[in-house]
């Protein structure tokens, strides 16, 4: 059963801490995007890549937060330093590249106090 | 950019008919798509439709495309209690996908 694997699934955290999200994409996927839902804003794209290449960050706090793809099989996510107003549901998906079809994982829920 | 809305909030009867809709403003959307997000889960892919559709249907699912007044819709026939959680239209165009604000489906008994 293939599926897009989120780690942690819960992170709580102090302001000014750095925060790593970690996300395994379904195998053979070429695309893989990162997404934020919090109540007020809804699902946010934040970052965008196409064969491990980034194509779209324009959704990012660029001072803070920074997304990587080290190799095929594992994307990151990072908030340096974490602030309150970051705690949200981060996703990430991956796809195809078929249009935007994306598989969405379980999500890592960050709460920074 | 892509503006998506919907309708906040939908209550119905078990066994009735379903029927979420959404308006997107951007004509050159190519996809688009219904997601399904339970409680604590991601998104769950439903169905989705190619702008040059008007229908499609998938067992107890049936999308319709009114692709001059940009609204979609999403019916759930025969509504079961597991099918209660938050639905999110989203219209894209490559890569990127605009969500709506979800709406929250109860099913009562």
């Known amino acids: 059963d293939a599926r897009v694997t989120q780690t942690p699934r819960h992170k709580v955290t102090e302001m000014g801490q750095e925060v790593t999200m970690r996300c395994q994409p379904i195998l053979g996927h070429n695309t893989v995007f990162w997404y934020r839902q919090t109540m007020m804003q809804g699902l946010e794209l934040l970052a965008y890549?196409?064969?491990?290449?980034?194509?779209?960050d324009s959704g990012m706090p660029k001072d803070r937060f920074s997304a990587e793809m080290p190799d095929a099989t594992l994307a990151t996510l990072k908030i340096q330093p974490s602030e309150p107003r970051d705690s949200a549901v981060y996703f990430c998906?991956?796809?195809?590249?078929?249009?935007?079809?994306?598989?969405f994982g379980q999500g890592t829920r960050l709460t920074v106090v | 950019g892509e503006d998506v809305e919907q309708s906040l909030f939908l209550s119905v009867r078990e066994g009735d008919s379903s029927v979420i809709n959404c308006t997107y403003t951007d004509s050159s959307s190519t996809y688009l798509y219904w997601y399904k997000q339970e409680p604590g889960a991601g998104l769950q892919l439903l169905t989705y439709?190619?702008?040059?559709?008007d229908m499609k249907q998938d067992q107890r699912l049936t999308v319709l495309l009114n692709k001059k007044d940009k609204h979609l819709s999403l019916r759930i026939a025969d509504t079961q209690t597991g099918d209660s959680a938050i639905y999110f239209c989203?219209?894209?165009?490559?890569?990127?996908?605009?969500f709506g604000a979800g709406t929250t489906v109860t099913v009562r008994a």
């Open positions: 890549f196409r064969n491990r290449a980034p194509l779209d």
């Open positions: 439709i190619f702008s040059n559709m």
């Open positions: 998906a991956s796809g195809l590249g078929q249009g935007a079809e994306a598989f």
């Open positions: 989203a219209a894209s165009n490559d890569y990127k996908l605009s």
